[in-house]
Each structure stands twice: as structure tokens, then as C-alpha cells.
């Protein structure tokens, strides 16, 4: 299953580099292609004739060395790719990726693969503790970047903490998770909404609900490292879009965010509702604030539109995932909501339980399908609850 798989591998420039070594080697032992890119600093540990040796490939370096193929070198190997590996990876290297610069040959070729990018810190303390590089790591998980924590022990500054890069064994292991993740959904095409609705009531307030977009953002993520071309219709959040969306659509109000899907519905095969739609709305928008008074203030509201009950209604043999956050009746609720929008399955979850709510990183879910059967789940990541809506979907999509 390995054989025909491809790792590039960006080595940056730090005393693990040696440990970069073993992890080729380890590939090669798979049955793997490696590829290796060292920037100029990192050939200043170990030569690229050692790699060139471990990996039976020649390594790239710098953007301006001899050319060794009559591809555009940066672009050849960001294709080749099923899994782009960067072990050690500095602080520096961590920084240019998520700021998009591009100024060597590793840095550019990250910027150009669409396979999946597993990071492996490894750098001093406090360096690894710095409120930036944290900032950048944070940030480039959300984007959809992977990591290899890094271990604590003894440094190679004599310093004692976390910042070891994670042992050869470790990162052969995540690196092999990434190479089986099955690509059932390829070819497959989702919509995916997210986040909150915002509806204005003044140029100055507004109506909105508690929703992040972490669960909708998480199912994106999932179907694309699945296959899936997916467009994400997202109300405002605070989290960056995953890497290879097929389309982004930024929405603001529920009439937006049902225009939005309605315009995409017909080139896709599946809907996954799982952004938190206002119900309601201002009757009337006022063009100036409205002012404090003595009087009490009244603001008459008018129904939005159903999403998922429009859609139920034309879905035809489109798979239409329905999502139930409740506080209370939560199953009497959610097998209402299957039968009045047409939705294939629904994923129901309780406001009121710990570790279930809005903003949180875990959910605790009951999936019930059009028969009312009912699957429960423990809590688990929205990662993890994502992939058990995106099995489901793909066992539908099979049938």
C-alpha cells in the first residue's frame, strides 16, 4: 500500500537535523518515495550527499542550483507529494509558512502543494513558548496544518523543556496515519455552512447566536483530506478557512447564507447543515441608530427562511445532513426536524451538556437517521465527530 506513495521531506536548519536521517531511512525501509529539500542553513549540520544516499533521490537545496530535471523544480515536487513533511522545523520556517513568505526552496514549495503538511517543531524553550510562535502554530491548525508535539527533555542549549523534536519512530508513525487516510470521497462534491448568522438591526446592533464555526470548519477539513471539493458557506467566525477549499462563500445574514446554498446547491451531491441560522430577524432595518430613551424598546421580528426545509422540499437524491442544538427534548426535537425538512440523518447535541456546547473543541452527539434510529456517541473532538458524519454521508453516497 506504501509503495507508490511520495514524502517530501523539508529539513530546516537546527542540531535535530540529525534526526531527519533516521526518519528517511525509515521511509525508504516502507517502501517509500522520498524527496528531500534542505534549506542552506540545515546543510550546515548534515551535507545533502547524506540524504541524496538514505533517500536514492537527489536533493533539492537552492532555488538556483543545477538543474537536475527540466520541471519547474518547486512545482514538480509539490505534486509529487502525498504527504509533505517538514522535520526539524524552526521557528523561522514555522513563521514564513504561516505568513505566506516564499523565499527559498522549502518555503516555496510549501506554499505550492495541495497534499497534506505534517509540521515537527524542534527549537529551545522558550522559543517553542513564545506568545508568536504559539500564535502561528495555533493559527496554522486551524488552517488545516498538521503538528508532531514536541517532547520535553534536555536540550542541546544544556536548557531543560519542551522543544525536543519528536523521536524518528513518532513521526514515521504520523506520517504513515496520514499516507492510509482513505480518500472515500473523492470526487465528491459538499457543501458545508458554518458559523453564526448576523442580523442587523441598526447600523450599530445586531442579532446573533454563540455559534464559532468550529464544528462546520472541522467537517470542511475532514471531507477535504477525504477527497471531497468542498464549498464552505460560512457566516462570520473567527477561524481561518481550511487549505484547498473548492469554493469559500462569506455570508453575513440568513436570506445571504440561503442564497448562498441555493446558488450552489445544483453542482453538488451533498448539504451538511451545521452552521447555527438565525430563526428570526428585524421587520424593520433602521439606516440610524436608534437612540436611548425613557421608554422601553420594542423590535418586532420576522421569520427567516428554513434552509434545510427549502432545500428538503427540491433536494431530489441530494444527501441533506440536518444539525439539532437544543436545551431541552433534544430527541423529540431532532426526529421532528428529519421528518418536516426531509434530511437524510440529523446530528443532535445538548446545549447543557459539558464539552457540547458553542466554542468548545469536543461534542457529544446522537446521529438519527429517516428510520429514527438513533446512534449515540461519547464525547469526542469535532474532528473525530466530523469523520462519523462523513462516514455516514459516504456509506449514503454508496448505497
Known amino acids: 500500500m506504501l509503495k507508490d506513495k511520495t514524502v517530501v521531506i523539508g529539513v530546516s536548519g537546527g542540531i535535530a537535523v540529525y534526526k531527519a536521517c533516521d526518519v528517511v531511512s525509515r521511509l525508504k525501509k516502507l517502501g517509500i518515495n522520498v524527496h528531500v529539500i534542505m534549506t542552506e542553513s540545515a546543510t550546515e549540520f ?27 523544480e518547486h512545482i514538480s515536487l509539490a505534486k509529487k507529494a502525498d504527504v509533505f513533511l517538514i522535520a526539524p522545523a524552526t521557528a523561522n520556517m ?17 506554499m505550492a502543494t495541495k497534499a497534506p503538511v505534517l509540521i515537527a517543531p524542534a527549537m ?42 519528536a523521536t524518528p519512530e513518532t513521526i514515521v508513525e504520523e506520517v504513515v496515519k496520514l499516507l492510509q487516510v482513505e480518500q472515500d470521497l473523492k470526487g465528491k462534491s459538499i457543501i458545508v455552512t458554518a458559523g453564526p448568522t448576523v442580523e442587523s438591526i441598526d447600523p450599530m446592533r445586531y442579532i446573533t447566536n454563540r455559534s464559532t464555526g468550529k464544528m462546520g470548519y472541522a467537517i470542511a477539513k475532514e471531507a477535504i483530506n477525504r477527497g471531497a471539493d468542498v464549498t464552505l458557506i460560512s457566516g462570520p467566525t473567527k477561524i481561518a ?24 446547491l445544483e453542482d453538488n451531491q451533498v448539504v451538511i447543515k451545521s452552521a447555527a441560522v438565525a430563526d428570526y430577524k428585524p421587520k424593520n432595518y433602521s439606516n440610524k441608530k436608534i437612540k436611548k430613551s425613557d421608554d422601553d424598546l420594542s423590535i418586532e421580528l420576522d421569520r427567516t427562511n428554513d434552509i434545510a426545509f427549502e432545500v428538503g422540499k427540491i433536494k431530489n ?12 427534548d433534544l430527541i423529540e426535537n431532532a426526529k421532528n426536524k428529519v421528518k418536516k425538512k426531509n434530511l437524510d440523518f440529523i446530528v443532535a447535541n445538548d446545549l447543557t451538556a459539558e464539552g457540547a ?10 446521529i438519527i437517521d429517516r428510520e429514527g434510529t438513533i446512534t449515540e456517541y461519547p464525547k469526542m473532538k469535532k474532528e473525530e465527530v466530523a469523520n462519523v458524519i462523513l462516514d455516514k454521508v459516504e456509506a449514503l453516497l454508496n448505497k
Request: proline share 4%; charged share 20%; net charge negative.
Open 241 to 264: 478557512p481550511p487549505q484547498n477549499l473548492k469554493k469559500l462563500v462569506k455570508v453575513e445574514s440568513a436570506n445571504e447564507m440561503y442564497s448562498a446554498v441555493l446558488d450552489n
Open 94 to 110: 514555522i513563521g514564513k509558512i504561516y505568513n505566506g513568505i516564499a523565499d527559498d526552496m522549502l518555503s516555496t514549495t510549501i
Open 357 to 366: 456546547g458553542f466554542g468548545v473543541d469536543t461534542n457529544i452527539v446522537k
Open 124 to 165: 529551545n524553550t522558550n522559543m517553542y513558548e513564545n506568545p508568536i510562535v504559539q500564535r502561528n502554530i495555533n493559527s496554522l491548525k486551524e488552517l488545516g496544518y498538521k503538528f508532531i508535539e514536541p517532547e520535553s527533555g534536555r536540550l542541546a542549549c544544556g536548557d531543560v523543556g519542551k522543544g525536543k523534536l
Open 317 to 328: 437524491n441530494k444527501i441533506l445532513v440536518g444539525f439539532a442544538a437544543e436545551t431541552n
Open 46 to 72: 548534515v551535507t545533502p550527499l547524506t540524504f541524496q544516499s538514505l533517500s536514492q533521490n537527489y536533493v533539492v537545496s537552492g532555488m538556483f542550483d543545477e538543474i537536475k530535471t527540466w520541471d519547474v
